[in-house]
Structures are given as structure tokens and as C-alpha cells.
């Protein structure tokens, strides 16, 4: 099942329920349509203020583009971040979507609740980042924007 909706993901209802009582400033979900005009009740979609980029290895493609400075990135190898994430923010959107990364005491809130298809890993920290990728704008390669 895939979703390409800008700024949002699919998780589960119980699970982003969890992450916007702790993040309620950063987070919002909206209710998945079904057929009928009815709601999707186990799952949601979750629109986060910010993304940042999670990271591969020296194999990372990346591109930034000269007029607007938007990140194409893709990598095939491990993840990671770089540079560290705020602290004070509870919750970001992998760019691209798809995925959320959280503070760990986030992770712990929710890490009863995981079972398939979701998944909980830890990111490391690598800095410097061995992809090489250089994010002039903003300076600490996170994205945010307003809802």
C-alpha cells in the first residue's frame, strides 16, 4: 500500500494518537476516507510541521536544486542522521514521507503499541554525514513550514 500525499503519512491510529499527545503543536491527524463517506478507523494520516533528511552512506544520490534549494535524495544503504536533530521538537517527517522519526522518550510512548507493519529503529547520529551531502539552506538541514 502506497500513499504519495505531500507533507503526510500513513500510521496507525493508536500509534499517532500516542505521538500528537506528545507533540500536540507539531502534529495533526486527519481521517482516511473509505468508500461510502465512511472513516478508516485503525489508521490516519499524519501531517508533521517539520521533515528532515535521514541519511545513507558514501552510495547516497542527492541533488539540490540551484533555484529553490529542495533536496532530491536517495540512498540504498544504512540510515542515519546529520546533523543531530532539535531536542525540543518531538516529531519530523522523513523528506520524501513515508516515515516519522522520534525523540526516543516518543519511541518509548509508543514502542508497546508496534507490532507489523510498522516498525520501530533507532538512528544514529553520524556527523559528518559520509554521503557528503551539503544542505545550504537550511543551515541544519531540517525543513519546517507552517500549517
Known sequence: MAFALEGATVIERRIAEVIAARAEDQVTLRDIPKTAGRKHRDWCIVFVRRELIVRGKREA?????????????????????????????????????????????VADAVRPL????????????????PDGLVVPHPPDGVLAWSW
Not at 77 to 95: E, N, T, W
Not at 120 to 127: A, F, G, Q, Y
Open 61 to 105: 544520490g542527492f541533488r539540490l536544486c540551484p533555484e529553490c534549494g529542495a533536496v532530491l535524495y536517495s540512498y540504498l544503504d544504512g540510515k542515519h542522521l546529520s546533523p543531530r536533530p532539535d531536542d525540543r521538537i518531538a516529531v519530523y517527517q522523513k523528506l520524501g514521507g513515508g516515515s516519522l522519526v522520534v525523540r526516543s522518550d
Open 114 to 129: 508496534i507490532k507489523g507493519p510498522t516498525e520501530l529503529m533507532t538512528l544514529p547520529v553520524l556527523v559528518p554525514s
